[in-house]
């Protein structure tokens, strides 16, 4: 069964200074999608970075990069010069191909103090 | 600036009452999706549709708990009788089949049965 795993239940780093949240996935399918959101304290879901199994490159949007390491099954979401904006519940989640379905992790809560 | 609408954003009943929830996708999106978020269970998927057409509904107690799409502007998801335990935000989200198969969510739906 898949299962996705998010280990930290809370991170915290300084305004400007760059963080990782981890995620670690468990799949059988030789193709998947691997998400990360992002839910602020007002509750929407913002999508924010997607990576395919079979991706040769990680993927980067602005300041998200994903650390797709596929030997280990982890995806980290790794944050660049932190901003207080940036503070929020994070989820990594994953989609096998031959459903539509999202498997969610627990999420990480990330606060960025000044 | 394209988003998910559902309505209403919060609800408070009282045991036994029908809710019915209401969401308006993406003009476009074909695929439709229900999720439930409790500080408990995280954020499980409860149904989906696909060109009006449910395509999975395993995650959705079926005694009580039933989704449509009347057409493709509109999914709801209603319960009857709601219970204490349905206390949750509810999400819809939409997506197209595409490379990453993204799902765009709505602000959510608090309900909250007294």
């Known amino acids: 069964a898949q299962k996705i795993t998010q280990t930290q239940p809370g991170m915290f780093v300084q305004e400007k200074e760059a963080v990782t949240l981890d995620c670690t996935y468990d799949?059988?399918?030789?193709?998947?999608?691997l998400f990360w959101y992002k839910q602020p304290s007002s509750g929407e879901m913002i999508f924010l970075i997607y990576?395919?199994?079979?991706?040769?490159q990680n993927a980067t949007e602005g300041r998200y990069s994903l650390n797709f390491q596929k030997a280990r099954k982890s995806a980290n979401l790794v944050i660049s010069a932190s901003q207080l904006g940036d503070s929020a519940m994070y989820f990594c989640?994953?989609?096998?191909?031959?459903?539509?379905?999202?498997?969610f992790g627990t999420g990480t809560r990330l606060q960025v103090f000044p | 600036d394209a988003r998910v609408t559902q309505t209403p954003r919060h609800k408070v009943t009282e045991m036994g009452q029908e809710v019915t929830m209401r969401c308006q996708p993406i003009l476009g999106h074909n695929t439709v999706f229900w999720y439930r978020q409790t500080m408990m269970q995280g954020l499980e998927l409860l149904a989906y549709f696909r060109n009006r057409a449910p395509l999975d509904d395993s995650g959705m107690p079926k005694d009580r708990f039933s989704a449509e799409m009347p057409d493709a502007t509109l999914a709801t998801l209603k319960i009857q009788p709601s219970e204490p335990r349905d206390s949750a935000v509810y999400f819809c989200a939409s997506g197209f089949p595409g490379i990453n198969n993204e799902q765009f969510f709505g602000p959510g739906t608090r309900l909250t049965v007294l």
């Open positions: 799949t059988s399918d030789p193709s998947y999608g």
């Open positions: 990576q395919g199994s079979y991706d040769q």
């Open positions: 989640a994953m989609r096998e191909d031959n459903t539509d379905k999202l498997i």
